[in-house]
């Protein structure tokens, strides 16, 4: 009889009859099947909640380096060409290095979308809950050296993003420069008795024009002006998110680094688990053998 689907009907002297009762439904049959709930269950426990805590992270920390780092530098030069340098051979080379930085960027998005998905994907190859969900899972060395490399290749990564967050931060040091002059010479507008057009910003000194480019410098009200601008409004915050963009990829790949470690010593672990394993029945296949013949003897004896 199934358990659950008949109860008894007691009716004075009556033989005892049987009423069907509907199977249960829902998470766990009579039997013992698992439910829809229960299978949802087992398969958010095989997710790799860590790598794709990194991976989320990583993506959004690339597509703001690359999508406002994009724009910003394009209004970049929009401010150079119409306010420090009139000239076009005076930044001709700042150009053709603004518009080499905005194809490295193409190439920087593409590259960490494929990456971070390969590192996704080894993150739950290499989740134990996904090695009890899939049965029996055997380590090889080629996976573990493929492991090793990825460790090795997010450390070079980590490095070189140090870098480019430190490079990041060298624009927004400029225009937060610009910006705080221009706050000074606004706050000095009620004090007549110190000029705001000796208050220049000489672009030159940075390095990213030739000191003999015209005007090569703002002062006073058209500094002023220039920090009116949409171009320097929108260029002085993008380059803020692009730079915590850069911070933000540097704490993913971090994070992948700490997630490929530890799945590279697990899968060192499960290696010698494996050989254990395999010796281990190796020995007890051996010892049957050996029963088995002694008994065989034993028969042929008696």
């Given amino acids: 009889m199934e358990i659950g689907r008949y109860h008894w009907m007691y009716r004075s002297s009556r033989p005892h009859r049987y009423h069907h009762v509907p199977a249960l439904r829902g998470n766990i049959s ?44 394009t209004g970049t030069v929009t401010i150079l060409e119409q306010h420090f340098s009139t000239t076009a051979s005076d930044h001709a080379l700042l150009s ?34 996904v090695k009890e969900l899939h049965g029996e899972f055997k380590t090889t060395a080629c996976g573990r050296c493929i492991s090793g490399m990825f460790v090795f290749l997010t450390y070079v990564l980590g490095v070189a993003w140090l870098g480019v967050f430190g490079f990041s931060a060298v624009p927004v040091f400029m225009f937060y420069n610009i910006w ?11 004090n007549v008795t110190v000029p705001g057009d000796q208050i220049c910003v000489d672009i030159r000194q940075y390095g990213i024009i030739p000191w003999n480019a015209v005007p090569g410098k703002a002062c006073g009200p ?6 009116n601008t949409n171009e320097f409004y929108m260029s002085y915050h993008l380059f803020i998110v692009a730079c915590a963009g850069a911070g933000a990829t540097v704490i993913a790949l971090i994070h992948f680094l700490m997630i490929l470690s530890s799945n590279w010593a697990y899968l060192k ?13 190796k020995e007890e296949q051996e010892l049957q053998d050996i029963q088995s013949r002694s008994k065989e003897q034993l028969n042929s004896y008696t």
């Fill in 30 to 73: 009579p039997l013992g099947i698992q439910g829809c709930f229960e299978c949802c269950i087992k398969c958010l426990g095989g997710v790799p909640y860590a790598s794709l805590v990194a991976t989320i992270l990583c993506f959004s920390g690339v597509a703001l380096f690359c999508g406002c780092g994009h724009v910003a530098l």
């Fill in 222 to 227: 058209i500094l002023e002006n220039i920090c």
């Fill in 180 to 190: 705080s002059t221009c706050e000074v010479i606004k706050s000095l507008q009620t």
């Fill in 96 to 129: 053709e290095v603004i518009q080499l930085m905005q194809y490295v960027i193409y190439g920087i998005a593409s590259f960490f979308f494929l990456y971070g998905i390969i590192l996704l994907a080894e993150g739950f190859y290499t989740t134990s809950a």
């Fill in 269 to 281: 672990d499960a290696s010698k688990m494996q050989a254990y394993q395999d010796i281990k029945a």
